[in-house]
């Protein structure tokens, strides 16, 4: 891989993907989502946007997964995470659509511990008396009263 490849039109990419004539592909990290790298006829390049010609970006990892298998009509392909700073676990990510893509993550979650047959359910009463003594702790602690 040469050390700038060619930006690649996003129509002519898919011209190439209907031809076939695209061997391989790489998801490449970038410091704000992912881009992808395209081999064919022993060329190589990233997809690029046609007007103002840029790099596509997408920004969630599924997204861009999903256009190298629904456009590129490729199963498989690699990842190159490299220059992607690292995650911050436990805290959502700051980009929108990968904020997005935490919350699904985080909801979905959420409804297979509700759907668990040993999850414990409490009444809104009771619920709310929890909230209510967590304020008046807080209010006491720090001088209010009660």
Same mark, same amino acid.
């Given at each position: #891989?040469?050390?700038?490849?060619?930006?690649?039109?996003?129509?002519?990419?898919?011209?190439?993907?209907?031809?076939?004539?695209?061997?391989?592909?790489?998801?490449?990290?970038?410091?704000?989502?992912?881009?992808?790298?395209?081999?064919?006829?022993?060329?190589?390049?990233?997809?690029?946007?046609?007007?103002?010609?840029? /790099?596509?970006?997408?920004?969630? /990892?599924?997204?861009?997964?999903?256009?190298?298998?629904?456009?590129?009509?490729?199963?498989?392909?690699?990842?190159?995470?490299?220059?992607? =700073?690292?995650?911050?676990?436990?805290?959502? =990510?700051? #980009?929108?659509?990968?904020?997005?893509?935490?919350?699904?993550?985080?909801?979905?979650?959420? /409804?297979?511990?509700?759907?668990? =047959?040993?999850?414990?359910?409490?009444?809104?009463?009771?619920? #709310?008396?929890?909230?209510?003594?967590?304020?008046?702790?807080?209010?006491?602690?720090?001088?209010?009263?009660?």
């Amino acid at each position: #891989m040469g050390s700038h490849p060619a930006l690649i039109d996003g129509d002519i990419v898919r011209g190439l993907a209907l031809a076939r004539r695209i061997d391989a592909a790489t998801v490449v990290g970038q410091t704000d989502g992912w881009s992808v790298l395209v081999r064919f006829d022993g060329e190589e390049g990233l997809v690029g946007t046609r007007r103002p010609k840029q /790099l596509r970006v997408w920004h969630g /990892l599924d997204s861009v997964a999903g256009y190298v298998r629904s456009e590129l009509g490729l199963s498989r392909f690699d990842v190159d995470a490299g220059s992607r =700073p690292p995650a911050d676990s436990g805290r959502p =990510p700051s #980009m929108a659509a990968d904020y997005d893509d935490w919350a699904r993550a985080d909801i979905e979650q959420a /409804l297979r511990e509700a759907d668990d =047959p040993d999850a414990v359910w409490f009444g809104n009463e009771t619920v #709310m008396n929890e909230v209510a003594s967590v304020f008046a702790a807080a209010r006491a602690a720090r001088g209010d009263g009660a």
